[in-house]
């Protein structure tokens, strides 16, 4: 690692305050393994679930929680899982990539190389995007539980700290 990452890292807030929303038809609050898996890692790392939603996967809706949210103060990163596909229904990327104002293409890449290793040519199929929405940072897993620990643990955990002060590092707002 280079010494101006590991500065960053050591320079990064402790905790960031994450909402979770999970697009799906079919999940209920008893069913929603993906998102479960993103509170315990993120509450492991020493972060804050501030807000957990489930959302139709439908454009206007999922649009409606993430301009919601966008807005919060306590909100410094929004992690959904499900809707990255290519199905009629999977809607979530559509959304997500009109808002951003600056893509983390590495992102998706990174999930679709560790994938790939796990499921082989399917890891095609997934259109896992992350970025920024002003000084948010918003991430899109797939609904697939093996996906979403994958996404979580290998990229977010480790990371979303660094990309949290990365956003702010050269703003006003400091939390």
Known sequence: MSESTEKHRKASPE??????ITISDTRTTETDTGGNIIVDSMQR?????????????DA????????????EANVDAIVTTG???????????????????KKLDGFGELFRMLS??????????SR?????????????????????????????VPEIPHIVFELRKHSRETR
Do not use: Q, W
Request: charged share 20%.
């Open 15 to 20: 905790c960031i305050r994450v909402a979770i």
């Open 45 to 57: 790392a020493g972060h804050e679930v501030v807000y957990r939603e489930i959302v139709t996967d």
């Open 60 to 71: 206007p809706h999922i649009n409606e929680s993430l301009e919601r949210l966008l807005v």
């Open 83 to 101: 809707g990255t596909g290519i199905s009629a229904r999977d809607t979530t990327y559509e959304v997500v990539s009109r808002m951003l104002d």
């Open 116 to 125: 790939y290793e796990e499921v082989g040519a399917a890891a095609m199929l």
């Open 128 to 156: 896992a995007i992350a970025g920024a929405v002003g000084l948010k940072f918003v991430a899109c897993l797939p609904g697939s539980t093996n996906a979403v620990r994958l996404a979580t643990e290998k990229l977010l």
